[in-house]
T-cell receptor, first 107, second 117 residues
């Protein structure tokens, strides 16, 4: 079983839609959690950290459920520029990356 | 402030050839990393350097060597390239190791696309 698992997608949504991505992790001792964004043929960049209480950054909301070992990312009012691959990342003393979920937002 | 730079951007090698991938960062970060990214898989850590003068193996170190030349530079060497090493290689840096900083902010270079024939 992979340490970090994500639905690979692709998710194809119209502009303005709300879309949610899920991620599960296997190591219950994981310390911290993140979402990275990777554009096609580019490097990953930190999108946001994920806190136990949940956190929001504009149109993006991240949630963590430690009991279920589950992380989510919600994007509201999708923009064309949100099209990218979203990587779930778990800190187990080393950073463990999921394979990513691809999102395409269409006009 | 260029962040993390990598050279070359693209490379084609024949099986058995050697090459060195170069990485430099100008953010005065202590820790640096080499990852590979393959389709359908997450980034996997090859080697890392917690600080200048130290290097350690990551998840997939076989077939690679590294050198932390100074605080800025961290190179990855393939001594005898194999087709299984065809991948996209990313260098990254952070202020400190994740287990020390508790932070997930790693800054990545633009990547090197390597094809081994």
């Amino acid at each position: 079983r992979k340490e970090v698992e994500q639905d690979p997608g692709p998710f194809n949504v119209p502009e303005g839609a709300t879309v949610a991505f899920n991620c599960t992790y296997s190591n219950s001792a994981s310390q911290s959690f993140f979402w990275y964004r990777q554009d096609c043929r580019k490097e990953p960049k930190l999108l946001m950290s994920v806190y136990s209480s949940g956190n929001e950054d504009g149109r993006f909301t991240a949630q963590l459920n430690r009991a279920s070992q589950y992380i989510s990312l919600l994007i509201r009012d999708s923009k064309l520029s949100d099209s990218a691959t979203y990587l779930c990342v778990v800190n187990n003393n080393d950073m463990r990356f999921g394979a990513g979920t691809r999102l395409t937002v269409k006009p | 402030n260029a962040g993390v730079t990598q050279t070359p951007k693209f490379q084609v090698l024949k099986t058995g050839q050697s090459m060195t991938l170069q990485c430099a960062q100008d953010m005065n970060h202590n820790s640096m990393y080499w990852y590979r990214q393959d389709p359908g898989m997450g980034l996997r850590l090859i080697y890392y350097s917690a600080s200048e003068g130290t290097t350690d193996k990551g998840e997939v170190p076989n077939g690679y060597n590294v050198s932390r030349l100074n605080k800025r530079e961290f190179s990855l060497r393939l001594e005898s390239a194999a087709p299984s090493q065809t991948s996209v290689y990313f260098c990254a840096s952070s202020e400190a190791l994740p287990r020390l900083a508790g932070s997930g902010t790693q800054y990545f270079g633009p990547g090197t696309r390597l094809l081994v024939l």
